[in-house]
């Protein structure tokens, strides 16, 4: 470090009165000493002087405000980066008299260590599944599993205290088994991955390492599957296989990349029939046997594409326009009309084509209406597992026909009540679709959306619900509790009721603002998208990502939070908690938002044995149960199964950083092509010694000190 080019500059405005005073001081001074009562001799006098002399420059700096520039220049030596493996795999012998990491400890000092003495400093880095902490100290034990790619992202969000490394040397045998693919993280590094490898190659096959598919996918409609191959010992042509329950639905011929190195692959996939899905896709080799456990598994829930919906008006009104305009204008909508009465306005469906329904809306029927013509279709409807869905006004309170299915427990109808009814949400349902017509909003904004719209005209109010009625929104002239939107199962399918009319305001007040009607048109989608699924299968679950694991293998866990039209909940505070089922404490984690719609979360080591799961989702004040499942953790570990040189990997890492792969038996040379000369910083020093402690520590220290001489020398 070195100082240059130093300048003093006067700040204070009246910096020349400050001078004058320094001169005047230095005189006085001068005057003063030449002469003293009793006389002192010139060594007794010098010191004195220069005490006052001192004192009086020191005022003169803070009354100036003087400030010290300089040029500051530093010269930082460059380092070369050493990232040693302390996993377990390091401690098989190869049948040489020395393990892998004792191997790996000469080459660092015989072959890095000396050889760039005096050129580079070495900075030495040791990681297992992490980077290790060197204030913690190295434990006698080595590591249960090997993650480079995390540990190469770790190094590259590290906080830098000085310049980046020339070069980073990887000293491992390239055992990854967890974890983010190595390569593309060291390409992210910014400077060269110089790779030694130590032991002796295996043979590990190709696998699939990653599989990515969405979680809810619709009917007759193709979705795309992506699968990561990493390569193996097998070699040229594959061919990547992607089937559901043994039928093949797409494949692909590729080229198996090198051992360690990843291919992505996109398969095409579409599937006909709703429900849950076990997408399987397999690696077949060039000879067209399958590679076992190669292959990786995806779940995915298939909703149906097109939903045929009948829409029957009893009479035509302002619902019935509102809500056809809606409805013509979703995607997954194929709209069917009837009016019953009106020629050209639809015919009424066949016994066969009811069969082909999947929802149907019946607007303001009567009770007569219901019983004598349409009750053997909605049971048939019902039958068959689709929704119904009525839209009831005053008309139904005329006549004394009980009411068909799904109103059948409706004995007696109290009143058809006009007036401003308020909708109010049930808080215990704000996570029922219906309910929460955005899935982001939160309860409050919930609220709002309901009790900030035009209020319902008119309201059927009836003595009793049928015993498993799901009341979902009130409604009263000043929050009152009549029912006003509520669903129940119907036989095999759902059914929705809304007892009040005049909900087309929504529609009408956002079209009077040139607005889009954004809450009619989700209250709707959500409806038909809520009547159609049946099936709840991991709509709330925790799942782990393999059913058998290998000691020191990390247990991922992931939460699938929906509501009940299968829309992510994102909101949600998701906790898992895993128990061992042969008794012992139970582990608690908490899950936070993953890639995609999921929540994730992971344990990293657990001891072998058979262990229980599920877990808890908080959304606002409600807690959901998610179900959960089971796994088994094998004695033997990561280390043990991946404990071979892996080349490929390493030489991908050299490759795509712009490094070299080397082995044990081999000088890193390329280390010595790389200019290591010092990097040299300048910058600019301040310090405005009129500010400085030090300044005025001199002055009262200067005036104190020759104040005692003067004391004790007696002088006047």
Do not use: C
């Amino acid at each position: 470090m070195t100082f240059s080019l130093a300048t003093l500059t006067f700040t204070a405005s009246y910096w020349l009165w400050a001078i004058i005073v320094l001169v005047a001081a230095l005189g006085a001074i001068g005057l003063y000493y030449r002469r003293t009562m009793p006389p002192l001799r010139l060594p007794v006098k010098a010191p004195m002087v220069a005490l006052r002399v001192i004192a009086a420059l020191a005022l003169f700096l803070a009354l100036a405000d003087v400030l010290w520039s300089a040029i500051r220049v530093d010269k930082n030596p460059l380092a070369v980066w050493v990232l040693f493996d302390r996993s377990a795999s390091m401690s098989q012998q190869d049948g040489e008299k020395d393990d892998r990491y004792k191997r790996a400890s000469e080459y660092l000092q015989s072959r890095l260590t000396n050889h760039l003495q005096g050129r580079a400093r070495t900075v030495t880095n040791y990681f297992d599944s992490h980077l290790l902490d060197p204030k913690e100290g190295l434990s006698d034990s080595l590591g249960a599993s090997t993650a480079i790619g995390d540990v190469f992202d770790q190094l590259r969000r590290r906080p830098m205290e000085e310049n980046p490394p020339r070069a980073l040397v990887l000293l491992s045998d390239g055992a990854n088994n967890r974890g983010a693919d190595p390569a593309p993280a060291a390409a992210r590094l910014g400077y060269p991955v110089v790779a030694v490898g130590f032991g002796r190659p295996g043979a590990a096959e190709a696998q699939i390492a990653e599989l990515q598919a969405p979680d809810v996918v619709f009917t007759d409609k193709s979705f795309d599957v992506t699968a990561d191959v990493q390569g193996g010992v097998t070699a040229g042509a594959a061919t990547i296989r992607l089937s559901t329950q043994g039928h093949t639905l797409d494949q692909k011929a590729v080229t198996l990349a090198g051992p360690g190195q990843r291919l992505p692959v996109s398969l095409s996939a579409q599937l006909h029939e709703p429900g849950m899905h076990d997408l399987r896709v397999d690696i077949l080799g060039p000879d067209g046997q399958l590679i076992t456990a190669a292959g990786k598994t995806k779940f995915v829930q298939a909703m149906k594409g097109k939903l045929r919906v009948l829409l029957v008006g009893f009479q035509i009104d302002w619902e019935y326009s509102a809500l056809r305009r809606t409805l013509s204008k979703l995607d997954r909508v194929e709209l069917v009309e009837y009016i019953p009465g009106r020629s050209g306005l639809g015919v009424l469906p066949t016994s066969t084509e009811w069969q082909g329904l999947d929802i149907a809306i019946l607007l303001h029927p009567t009770r007569a209406q219901l019983q004598d013509v349409w009750a053997p279709h909605l049971e048939a409807l019902s039958q068959s597992g689709h929704g119904v869905v009525f839209l009831l006004d005053g008309r139904f309170a005329e006549g004394t026909q009980t009411p068909p299915t799904p109103l059948e427990f409706v004995h007696r109808i109290l009143s058809n009540i006009q007036g401003d009814y308020l909708p109010e949400p049930v808080a215990t349902r704000q996570n029922h679709p219906l309910v929460r017509l955005n899935p982001s909003n939160s309860w409050e904004e919930t609220r709002q959306q309901w009790t900030n719209r035009p209020p319902w005209s008119a309201i059927v109010r009836f003595d009793t619900l049928p015993p498993d009625a799901d009341v979902l929104v009130h409604a009263g002239l000043s929050g009152g509790d009549i029912p006003a939107v509520w669903t129940r199962p119907l036989r095999h399918g759902r059914a929705i009721v809304l007892t009040g009319s005049s909900m087309w305001r929504w529609a009408l007040e956002d079209a009077a603002q040139g607005q889009a009607p954004a809450e009619y048109t989700a209250f709707w989608s959500n409806a038909l998208r809520w009547l159609t699924l049946t099936d709840d299968a991991d709509r709330l679950a925790i799942r782990s990502d393999l059913d058998v694991y290998h000691a020191g293998e990390p247990i991922v866990l992931d939460g699938l939070v929906y509501d009940e039209a299968y829309r992510f909940i994102d909101r949600a505070e998701v906790t898992a908690r895993i128990w061992p089922e042969q008794g012992g404490d139970t582990v608690r984690l908490v899950l936070n938002p993953g890639a995609g719609d999921r929540f994730r979360g992971q344990v990293s080591a657990l001891p072998p044995g058979t262990y229980g799961y599920d877990g808890t989702a908080k959304v606002e004040a409600q807690d959901l149960k998610l179900s959960g499942g089971m796994f088994s953790i094998e004695p033997y570990g990561l280390e043990q199964r991946y404990s071979s040189l892996d080349e490929g990997t390493l030489r991908s890492i050299a490759d795509e950083s712009g490094g070299r792969y080397y082995t044990e038996a081999e000088a890193a040379s390329f280390l010595d092509s790389l200019d290591y000369t010092p990097i040299t910083h300048e910058r600019t020093v301040e310090v405005n010694l009129g500010n400085h402690w030090l300044v005025l520590s001199i002055f009262v220290a200067a005036l104190s000190l020759e104040w005692f001489i003067r004391r004790r020398k007696q002088l006047l």
